[in-house]
């Protein structure tokens, strides 16, 4: 069944005594699928993941991997490897040691070719017999990467990992193991709290709020269409502008009326007079004569974008992101800000 998932969740749920860690998750990954699960800490998301590696046992549910079912498995019988942020390398042994740990069983000379592959493909050439005390941070990251792919596992589980790197390193293995994951086709699994991170790595990107899925989608629709408040705010920068839903208009075009005028934005599903936020993003503002008053209290120079701070008469603080040659007004301007219905999200306050 080459259309079937490589991983089904159905119903899955752990509870720790009364607290609910993970609540009915129910979940299909793609064949080949690059999956992220985005969360804060204590959202349910690495519990979720050890309940699919075997490391916890489900109060409920079930974990399949294609037709077959892991639910009652241990570990170590599951066609899936885990890689934790602590890369947890044996520092006695050489890096070839490490990535061939798992293939003693394979005869000595395939073991070697398998630790050559993978060497290569993790861009560690000529490193086998380095140790990992040797090594930078990110190299240490690649062998463990290396490691956990030696026994060609279908499904392959990431707990942050790359947590322990800094900024402008972390940037760069991110792109490194996109290109190892696209280059194997094995579905990866990968659980971190950085909106960056998920957005940069994912096919799709699974929420996690209060050990349940909020929404899944790929990076642009959880960006552009967020399904709440905390989907809105937890992809990027939001500007939130409350009122009360109107008519609806064209297609699903909605009318709000706020404290300071009439706004439009997408909706469905939302009865007339609901409170309702307008989302829309920094980069989607325009600003000009027309639209809701506003008076700019700060402007800041990011080099390839210009970021304003705006008040509304009640107070309310909005963001918007424009190019730096765009016009100018200065501090304490009063002006007009305006955005297309496309670009804007109504959803319940």
Do not use: W
């Not at 752990?14 to 800490?41: I, N, Q, Y």
């Not at 899925?213 to 399904?227: E, H």
């Amino acid at each position: 069944m080459p259309d079937a998932p490589a991983l089904r969740l159905d119903n899955l749920t752990k509870r720790f005594g009364t607290h609910v860690a993970v609540d009915a998750v129910t979940l299909a990954l793609k064949p080949g699928e690059f999956f992220c699960l985005l969360g804060p800490s204590g959202c349910g998301k690495s519990t979720l993941l050890r309940m699919i590696a075997g490391f916890e046992t489900p109060s409920s549910g079930h974990v399949r991997l294609g037709e077959q079912d892991l639910t009652a498995l241990p570990p170590h019988r599951r066609p899936v490897n885990m890689m934790f942020q602590s890369y947890a390398l044996f520092p006695h042994m050489s890096v070839a040691g490490n990535v061939g740990y798992g293939l003693k069983g394979l005869g000595r000379a395939a073991a070697s070719a398998r630790v050559t592959e993978l060497l290569r493909l993790v861009q560690l050439d000529g490193f086998g017999d380095r140790r990992p005390d040797t090594l930078s941070g990110g190299q240490r990251q690649r062998v463990a990467l290396a490691r956990a792919l030696a026994r060609e596992p279908k499904l392959l589980l990431l707990d942050e990992p790359l947590g322990a790197l800094d900024r402008g390193l972390r940037e760069e293995t991110q792109a490194e193991l996109r290109t190892v994951q696209r280059r194997l086709g094995t579905a990866f699994v990968v659980v971190t709290h950085d909106p960056e991170e998920a957005m940069m790595l994912a096919d799709r990107i699974g929420v996690m709020e209060g050990g349940r899925l909020a929404q899944v989608g790929t990076p642009a629709d959880l960006y552009r269409r967020p399904a709440s408040r905390f989907v809105a705010g937890l992809l990027g920068d939001v500007n939130l502008i409350a009122g009360r839903l109107g008519s609806a208009e064209a297609g699903d075009t909605r009318a709000v009326q706020t404290a300071h005028g009439i706004v439009r934005g997408s909706a469905t599903g939302l009865p007339e007079g609901t409170a309702v936020v307008v989302a829309v993003r920094p980069d989607d503002i325009v600003l000009g004569t027309e639209g809701v008053p506003v008076t700019i209290t700060d402007t800041v120079f990011l080099g390839d974008r210009l970021r304003r701070t705006l008040r509304l008469p009640d107070g309310t603080v909005l963001r918007s992101s424009g190019r730096p040659g765009d016009a100018q007004d200065p501090v304490g301007s009063d002006i007009r800000l305006g955005f297309a219905p496309a670009d804007a999200v109504i959803l319940p306050a």
